[in-house]
């Protein structure tokens, strides 16, 4: 019995050119060899019907090798458009603003030009604002392997950036995402489909003339990372129009919503068995699990309190080395939680914080006694249930109450009492502590050293 085999769809098309491994020459990424195609033994499944005229192009034989079936990944995108609050909160973006870096493969991929944007991009975007979440091909995983990527990635993830797992969740960080960093990969052209803000790193020798990719490549504003990177996301996602890539991705995606179906009739009429009258739907992409680590320190650009309104812009520590200095350096002030990894970190900081809660009497404890154990920092802040209680130098203690504890009270606490003792203004009193998308209310009740020492 003669064997057929079906191609089912991978990636968008056949947007890439590769070397064949045995003379050497150029062939398309993903097109069968030309003895399977002549011989008839193969059906290379289509999303759109210009991909079978560039293959007819290509190969005499391959026209008649092919059907078109639609894009079952496109289908399950769009049926899972409504789960992206939920995407959202898994990827732990918030309200923020949510940036997505997606890289295919080799050295002309983002992440092959550009290894260091994610760490650039985590030392320029304040952490109270924006996200960033990073997407590999599988193949980028399976030549270096989880352990070396994680090493490359080490100070990204502890300055908050998600890293998809390979095996699953990119779909879910393109619907999830406010704007999306591709490169000439499909997921650029996943992006556009969705209807999303897009950047590019710019055009690759790679692809193919005249495809859907090198009209999106030319036609999206790009990135360069030598210049503002939050200024170009935000003027890409707040000029966006929507419906700008429909010319484009009109010639990617056909029979939308019924690529299942075909593919399922395709393979039934193979096997020569009946189709079932009942076909189950594309499911919809699971939400994903993929926790980032906490950010223990932040470098803090230092404000003054004006009219009981303090605004905080932060920069993870782990991230701050990579930041484009240009204008000069902003004043800044470095607060570390206790748990901080890098000595370094620990060293310099002004304040050291203690998230976990504490009661009243027992943060102030921990706080006096961890003076004694960081004798670098000015003070230290222990989280309790109604706040914060901060220990100074010199035996004065403060306590913050605030109406609607936030998870990183500790540490907004510490960079608003540094704010306020450089600006001479620590004392009995209400402010608000901005940073991002967050506002916290603090009361400050401050004990003389005297009263500290009678409690």
Same mark, same amino acid.
């Given at each position: 019995?003669?064997?057929?085999?079906?191609?089912?769809?991978?990636?968008?098309?056949?947007?890439?050119?590769?070397?064949?491994?045995?003379?050497?020459?150029?062939?398309?990424?993903?097109?069968?060899?030309?003895?399977?195609?002549?011989?008839?033994?193969?059906?290379?499944?289509?999303?759109?019907?210009?991909?079978?005229?560039?293959?007819?192009?290509?190969?005499?034989?391959?026209?008649?090798?092919?059907?078109?079936?639609?894009?079952?990944?496109?289908?399950?995108?769009?049926?899972?458009?409504?789960?992206?609050?939920?995407?959202?909160?898994?990827?732990?973006?918030?309200?923020?603003?949510?940036?997505?870096?997606?890289?295919?493969?080799?050295?002309?991929?983002?992440?092959?030009?550009?290894?260091?944007?994610?760490?650039?991009?985590?030392?320029?975007?304040?952490?109270?604002?924006?996200?960033?979440?990073?997407?590999?091909?599988?193949?980028?995983?399976?030549?270096?392997?989880?352990?070396?990527?994680?090493?490359?990635?080490?100070?990204?993830?502890?300055?908050?950036?998600?890293?998809?797992?390979?095996?699953?969740?990119?779909?879910?960080?393109?619907?999830? !995402? #406010? *704007?999306?960093?591709?490169?000439?990969?499909?997921?650029? =052209?996943?992006?556009?489909? &969705? $209807?999303? %803000? /897009?950047?590019?790193?710019?055009?690759?020798?790679?692809?193919?003339?005249?495809?859907?990719?090198?009209?999106?490549?030319?036609?999206?504003?790009?990135?360069?990372?030598?210049?503002?990177?939050?200024?170009?996301?935000?003027?890409?996602?707040?000029?966006?129009?929507?419906?700008?890539?429909?010319?484009?991705?009109?010639?990617?995606? !056909? #029979? *939308?919503?019924?690529?299942?179906?075909?593919?399922?009739? =395709?393979?039934?009429?193979? &096997? $020569?068995? %009946? /189709?079932?009258?009942?076909?189950?739907?594309?499911?919809?992409?699971?939400?994903?699990?993929?926790?980032?680590?906490?950010?223990?320190?932040?470098?803090?650009?230092?404000?003054?309190?004006?009219?009981?309104?303090?605004?905080?812009?932060?920069?993870?520590?782990?991230?701050?080395?990579?930041?484009?200095?240009?204008?000069?350096?902003?004043?800044?002030?470095?607060?570390?939680?206790?748990?901080?990894?890098?000595?370094?970190?620990?060293?310099?900081?002004?304040?050291?914080?203690?998230?976990?809660?504490?009661?009243?009497?027992?943060?102030?404890?921990?706080?006096?006694?961890?003076?004694?154990?960081?004798?670098?920092?000015?003070?230290?802040?222990?989280?309790?249930?109604?706040?914060?209680?901060?220990?100074?130098?010199?035996?004065?203690?403060?306590?913050?109450?605030?109406?609607?504890?936030?998870?990183?009270?500790?540490?907004?606490?510490?960079?608003?009492?540094?704010?306020?003792?450089?600006?001479?203004?620590?004392?009995?009193?209400?402010?608000?502590?901005?940073?991002?998308?967050?506002?916290?209310?603090?009361?400050?009740?401050?004990?003389?050293?005297?009263?500290?020492?009678?409690?």
């Amino acid at each position: 019995m003669a064997t057929h085999t079906i191609l089912l769809p991978h990636g968008l098309g056949f947007n890439k050119l590769l070397t064949d491994g045995h003379d050497g020459t150029l062939r398309l990424a993903g097109l069968p060899p030309e003895q399977a195609l002549r011989a008839g033994q193969v059906t290379v499944t289509l999303s759109h019907p210009d991909q079978r005229a560039q293959l007819a192009a290509v190969s005499a034989h391959a026209e008649q090798c092919t059907m078109i079936v639609g894009d079952p990944t496109y289908d399950r995108l769009r049926a899972s458009l409504g789960l992206r609050a939920r995407y959202r909160e898994a990827l732990g973006a918030g309200d923020r603003r949510l940036v997505t870096l997606a890289s295919t493969w080799g050295s002309e991929s983002l992440i092959g030009r550009r290894s260091r944007l994610p760490h650039q991009l985590l030392a320029d975007l304040p952490i109270d604002s924006y996200q960033v979440v990073v997407v590999l091909h599988p193949n980028v995983w399976a030549r270096y392997g989880r352990f070396q990527i994680e090493l490359w990635f080490a100070s990204a993830l502890d300055a908050g950036m998600v890293l998809m797992p390979p095996e699953s969740g990119w779909q879910s960080a393109l619907i999830a !995402a #406010d *704007v999306v960093v591709s490169d000439q990969g499909s997921l650029g =052209l996943f992006t556009a489909a &969705l $209807d999303r %803000p /897009l950047l590019m790193v710019g055009r690759a020798a790679e692809t193919v003339s005249g495809t859907p990719v090198e009209t999106l490549a030319a036609s999206a504003p790009t990135l360069y990372p030598d210049r503002d990177l939050r200024h170009q996301l935000d003027a890409a996602t707040n000029s966006y129009q929507p419906g700008r890539y429909q010319h484009i991705t009109d010639r990617v995606f !056909a #029979d *939308v919503g019924t690529a299942a179906r075909n593919v399922q009739a =395709l393979i039934y009429r193979e &096997l $020569d068995v %009946p /189709l079932p009258a009942y076909t189950t739907p594309a499911p919809r992409i699971p939400v994903p699990d993929c926790g980032s680590r906490p950010v223990r320190s932040f470098v803090v650009r230092t404000g003054r309190v004006a009219d009981a309104m303090l605004d905080l812009v932060r920069i993870p520590a782990a991230a701050w080395q990579h930041q484009h200095h240009a204008g000069g350096l902003p004043e800044t002030h470095l607060v570390a939680g206790e748990t901080e990894s890098d000595p370094k970190i620990i060293e310099r900081a002004a304040a050291i914080t203690h998230d976990r809660e504490l009661d009243a009497a027992t943060g102030t404890q921990w706080a006096r006694s961890a003076l004694t154990d960081y004798p670098g920092a000015r003070f230290v802040v222990a989280a309790t249930p109604r706040g914060a209680v901060a220990a100074m130098r010199g035996g004065v203690t403060v306590m913050a109450t605030t109406s609607s504890p936030h998870p990183q009270r500790a540490a907004l606490i510490a960079s608003a009492l540094y704010c306020c003792l450089l600006d001479g203004c620590l004392s009995d009193q209400r402010i608000t502590v901005r940073a991002g998308v967050n506002a916290m209310d603090v009361s400050f009740t401050v004990a003389p050293a005297s009263d500290a020492t009678s409690r």
